[in-house]
C-alpha cells in the first residue's frame, strides 16, 4: 500500500506539473481566469463522475459537504493560484506553492491527526529550504502581489487537503475529486457570471488547451492525489507531492522557454530529497525479508 500510495502521488505532481503551463497558453489565448477555472472544473467533473459512479452511493450529508469543500478552499486555491502565474513565472509559482506541505504536517500535528516524528521534521525542512533556495534566484525582480497570492494558495490548498483527508474516510478517491470539482465549478461560475468574465467566445486553441487542463492537469491528478491520501495520510502524501514544482519547471522550460537557473535546479534537487526522505521505511531491528 505504501508503494502503491508513493506512485499515485509521483502520478499527480507530474500531471499537475502542467497545470500552470496550460493556463498561461490559455491565458495568451485571451480565456479570462473566471472562465477557464469554472470551464476547467466543469468537465473534470465530467470526466471523474462516470469513474466515480462505480463505488457505493455516498451518503447525501457527505456529498453536500464534498461539494461545499469545492466551493469553498478548493476554488479559492485554485483562483489564488493561477492569479499568481499570470504575475510571477510559472516554476516560481509551482516552488512557492510547494510550501503546502509543511502547512499540512503543522496542521496534521496541531489536528492531533500525526505524531511529530523526526523524519517528518527533516523532510519538511529540505522541502522548505530547496524553496528558499529556489526563490532567492528571482528575488530581487519579484512580483510581491504574485508571491503573496501563491502564498495564500499554499494555505488553501493545505486546509482541503486536511478537511479532504477527514472526509475520504468515508468517500471513495474519485468520489470526492468529482464533487470537489463539481463544487468548484459551480462557485466559480457564479463569480464568473457576477463579473461578465464568464464567457463562451474562446478560439478553438484555447478550447484545446482548457480540455487539457481539466483532463491532464485536474482530473488525473486529482484523482490520483486523493487515492495517495487514502494509502499515505495526510502529510506523507503531501510530502511526496513536493516533487511536483520540479514537473512543474520542466514543463514551463520545454512549453514556454522558461529558464531554470543553477540555483532553482538546485532547490528542485533539495525538495525531492525531502520528499525521498518522508518515504524512507523506518527500519525495525531484527526484521527480515519476507516477513
Known amino acids: 500500500m505504501r508503494h502503491a500510495g508513493l506512485l499515485w502521488c509521483l502520478i499527480a505532481a507530474a500531471a499537475f506539473g502542467g497545470l500552470s503551463t496550460f493556463a498561461t497558453l490559455a491565458a495568451h489565448e485571451g480565456v479570462p481566469l473566471l ?36 466551493a469553498g478552499l478548493f476554488g479559492l486555491q485554485a483562483a489564488l493560484f493561477l492569479g499568481a502565474v499570470q504575475r510571477i513565472e510559472a516554476p516560481l509559482a509551482g516552488l512557492v506553492l510547494a510550501t503546502y506541505p509543511a502547512l499540512v504536517a503543522v496542521g496534521a500535528i496541531a489536528l492531533r491527526r500525526d505524531r511529530c516524528r523526526p523524519r517528518t521534521l527533516v523532510a519538511v525542512a529540505l522541502a522548505l529550504t530547496g524553496i528558499v533556495v529556489a526563490i532567492g534566484a528571482g528575488a530581487a525582480s519579484l512580483d510581491m502581489v504574485g508571491l503573496a497570492l501563491a502564498l495564500g494558495a499554499a494555505g488553501g490548498y493545505a486546509a482541503y487537503v486536511l478537511a479532504a483527508d477527514g472526509i475520504m474516510r468515508r468517500l471513495a478517491p474519485l468520489q470526492l475529486a468529482a464533487l470537489v470539482c463539481a463544487g468548484a465549478a459551480i462557485a466559480l461560475g457564479g463569480a464568473g457570471a457576477a463579473t461578465g468574465q464568464l464567457t463562451t467566445d474562446i478560439s478553438t486553441r484555447g478550447a484545446i488547451l482548457l480540455g487539457a487542463l481539466a483532463i491532464v492537469s485536474t482530473a488525473l491528478p486529482h484523482g490520483a492525489f486523493l487515492a495517495g491520501v487514502r494509502l499515505l495520510g495526510a502529510t506523507r502524501a503531501s510530502i511526496a507531492m513536493t516533487v511536483e514544482p520540479v514537473a512543474t519547471a520542466a514543463v514551463a522550460a520545454i512549453a514556454l522557454g522558461s529558464v531554470v537557473t543553477p540555483q532553482q535546479a538546485l532547490g528542485g534537487a533539495i525538495i525531492l530529497a525531502g520528499a525521498l526522505v518522508a518515504q524512507r521505511r523506518p527500519k525495525r531491528s531484527g526484521a527480515t525479508a519476507g516477513t
Not at 472562465?35 to 457505493?56: E, G, K, M, Q
Request: hydrophobic fraction near 65%; proline fraction near 11%.
Open 35 to 70: 472562465t477557464l477555472l469554472p470551464v476547467r472544473f466543469a468537465l473534470a467533473a465530467i470526466v471523474l463522475w462516470p469513474l466515480a459512479a462505480r463505488s457505493d452511493a455516498p451518503a447525501p450529508l457527505d456529498v453536500l459537504r464534498a461539494v461545499l469543500l469545492g
